[in-house]
């Protein structure tokens, strides 16, 4: 009998606890800014969150071209603990900038996040990450801290900002720090949203300012809210997701 209702505590509990699926598939273009100069880069991205009772998890990929000469790849995995507003977990994420004949940088990151519900409307979060990038045969270890802020002025129109410092430490230290804003529109009729974003990243002897427009193809039903409580994590937490703002 005890057994039997501790069964049924169990089954209620993941029946009050609805479960959670969603995410998108997006195209994306940008311009880079790197003083005086600029390139252009082309990504696809996707993501996809499931979350049921305390756990959920997130995982996200891209592929693109940058300047029309280097071909760009990323991936990241997201496993966090939930309870009530609040979500904690750790990422894994990497990267890698093609440009042929030997030219290649590839990037591994992996770190703790989390996000907290302040209200129905505003949602903040942040992330801590160490990473290391192989740039042409140069070893280079990095360290990163996010914060991040989101504000839903209707449950499909988000306004979000970013900030973040760090660290590049290869024959040197280099001090990095991150800024960026975006925006996200989900037409209510069809399940397609548009984006538009800036980010602003500064080190020591770089600097470069991106501005990205795209469109995103919404799947799982419901509001960018319920895209978002799907999916929650977008913070860019690679050196070169930073620098050119890949996803």
């Known amino acids: 009998m005890k057994k039997t209702a501790l069964l049924a505590a169990v089954a209620a509990m993941f029946a009050a606890t609805p479960a959670m699926a969603g995410g998108s ?16 880069n082309w990504q696809v991205d996707g993501s996809f969150g499931h979350s049921a ?9 891209s592929l693109g071209q940058f300047d029309d000469d280097a071909d760009t790849y ?7 603990w939930q309870s009530g507003s609040a979500r904690l977990g750790g990422v894994i994420t990497g990267s890698s900038v093609d440009a042929g004949s030997g030219l290649e940088i590839d990037e591994f ?16 979060g942040g992330s801590g990450t160490m990473g290391n990038v192989e740039l042409f045969g140069l070893d280079a270890d990095t360290w990163n801290l996010d914060a991040n802020i989101a ?7 988000r306004i979000g900002g970013t ?19 975006d925006a996200e529109y989900l037409f209510s009729s069809i ?19 991106t501005l990205t427009i795209g469109a995103r193809w919404n799947f799982g039903g419901g509001s960018l809210r319920d895209r978002d409580n799907a999916t929650p994590f977008n913070v860019r937490t690679g050196l070169y997701g930073r620098v050119l703002d890949l996803r």
Do not use: C, K, M, R
């Open 109 to 124: 990151v992996y770190g703790v996040e989390g996000s907290f519900d302040l209200s129905p409307n505003v949602v903040i």
């Open 163 to 181: 900030a973040g410092v760090g660290n590049l430490e290869a024959t040197t230290d280099t001090d990095t720090s991150t800024l960026g804003i």
């Open 191 to 209: 399940p397609i949203s548009l984006t538009a974003g800036y980010l602003h990243f500064d080190a020591d002897t770089l600097e470069t300012d």
């Open 74 to 80: 990323g991936y990241g995995g997201h496993l966090y």
């Open 53 to 61: 009772g305390s756990w959920g998890f997130q995982v996200d990929g």
């Open 151 to 157: 504000f839903y002025a209707s449950p499909n129109f």
């Open 25 to 40: 598939v997006g195209v994306s273009y940008g311009n880079t800014d790197s003083g005086g100069s600029d390139a252009d």
